[in-house]
Nanobody, 122 residues
C-alpha cells in the first residue's frame, strides 16, 4: 500500500501565493516520478507539473514562470510553490507518485492523493 497526503490548499486572492505539499508513505522502494495535477469544476484533470527522481521538471504552459515543483527525496515529499495565482488556477489539486515497491524493479505503483482545494478569488 502506498499513501499520499496533500496539504497547503486554501483560499487566496488573485496575485497571491500558496505552497502545496504531498508526503508519500507505505511500501516504497523508489519514487521515480512525482507530480501535481488539477481538476477545475466541469473540466478534466490536467497535468500541472512533474518532477523526476533526478530533478528534471516539466510544466503545463499555463503555469510556466509562476509555479515551481520541487522534491525532498529524504522526506518522500513533493512541493508545488504557486505564485501570481489567477482565478483560472482554481480547482482540486492532486498529488501523484509512481515507482517501484520492491528492489529489482518489482511491484510498480502509480498512486494518487485525495486532493486539496485551491480557490483563487478575483
Amino acid at each position: 500500500q502506498v499513501q499520499l497526503v496533500e496539504s497547503g490548499g486554501g483560499l487566496v486572492q488573485a496575485g497571491g501565493s500558496l505552497r502545496l505539499s504531498c508526503v508519500v508513505s507505505g511500501s516504497i522502494f523508489s519514487i521515480n516520478v512525482m507530480g501535481w495535477f488539477r481538476q477545475a469544476p466541469g473540466k478534466q484533470r490536467e497535468l500541472v507539473a512533474v518532477i523526476s527522481s533526478g530533478g528534471s521538471t516539466n510544466y503545463a504552459d499555463s503555469v510556466k514562470g509562476r509555479f515551481t515543483i520541487s522534491r525532498d527525496n529524504a522526506k518522500n515529499t513533493v512541493y508545488l510553490q504557486m505564485n501570481s495565482l489567477e482565478p483560472e488556477d482554481t480547482g482540486v489539486y492532486y498529488c501523484n507518485a509512481a515507482g517501484w515497491q520492491r528492489a529489482g524493479r518489482s511491484g510498480w505503483y502509480d498512486s494518487w492523493g485525495q486532493g486539496t482545494q485551491v480557490t483563487v478569488s478575483s
